[in-house]
């Protein structure tokens, strides 16, 4: 089975502070994407990979960055936390094009994060 | 631009009975359709998945969904829901290149007793 795991389930922040999200997953994934969801919104993508230190700006890039130095990690940082950006995230991965079965994405359980 | 609609916010059904969830999408070409189910507070989990081919396609926890081009419709069904299934149905589409992944805004689904 594809796992996906993310560092901490729950997080709480002050503003200000750097953040890190860490994902990580085991199936050789090449995609892997971060999303925030928030109630009302549902799932809106932050950024995605599609190979090692690729990286393409989704719907709401701003006040995050990215790290993938490592095929199997994509990392999520927030450079300044701020109140606005307490929510859920997740992360997910998926196959390339050369699968054939591109877009299957797996999830990680979501990091909860407070920013106090 | 691509895009995925869920008409309906919120449904209620009773246990035992049937349930339809609706999804249409918008793409220039046949894309990949998939339905995931959210718990509270937990991640998303496929039920199906829809690349090619027979147009009826099982899932887990007994759900279907059928891909109808001419409508435009993914729609999701189980014929006896239990109070377990009552969570968040999210329909999503992405072009072959899995890149431009589109959600839904989900709907909610309650089951009564």
């Known amino acids: 089975d594809v796992k996906v795991t993310q560092s901490s389930r729950y997080l709480v922040k002050r503003t200000g502070e750097k953040v890190f999200l860490e994902c990580v997953q085991d199936?050789?994934?090449?995609?892997m994407f971060w999303y925030r969801q928030d109630p009302g919104l549902g799932l809106r993508l932050i950024y995605f990979?599609?190979?090692?230190?690729?990286?393409e700006k989704g719907d709401i890039p701003e006040g995050y960055s990215v790290s993938r130095e490592k095929k199997e990690r994509f990392s999520l940082i927030l450079e300044s936390a701020s109140t606005n950006q307490t929510s859920m995230y997740l992360c997910?991965?998926?196959?390339?094009?050369?699968?054939?079965?591109?877009?299957?994405?797996?999830f990680g359980p979501g990091t909860r994060l407070t920013v106090l | 631009a691509q895009s995925v609609t869920q008409p309906d916010i919120h449904i209620t059904v009773s246990e035992g009975a049937s349930l339809e969830l609706r999804c249409n999408y918008s793409?220039?070409?046949?894309?990949?359709l998939f339905w995931y189910v959210q718990s509270p507070g937990q991640g998303l989990q496929l039920l199906l998945k829809?690349?090619?081919?027979?147009?009826l396609v099982q899932g887990i926890k007994g759900f279907e969904a059928e891909f109808k081009r001419s409508q435009s419709s993914f729609n999701l069904r189980k014929p006896s829901v239990h109070w377990s299934d009552a969570a968040e149905y999210f329909c999503?589409?992405?072009?072959?290149?899995?890149?431009?992944?589109?959600f839904g805004p989900g709907t909610r689904l309650s089951v009564l007793p």
């Open positions: 997910a991965s998926s196959l390339g094009p050369t699968s054939g079965r591109a877009g299957e994405q797996f």
């Open positions: 199936m050789d994934h090449e995609n």
């Open positions: 990979s599609y190979d090692v230190k690729m990286k």
């Open positions: 793409y220039g070409a046949t894309p990949y």
């Open positions: 829809y690349f090619s081919g027979d147009t």
């Open positions: 999503a589409g992405t072009d072959n290149y899995g890149q431009n992944f589109v």
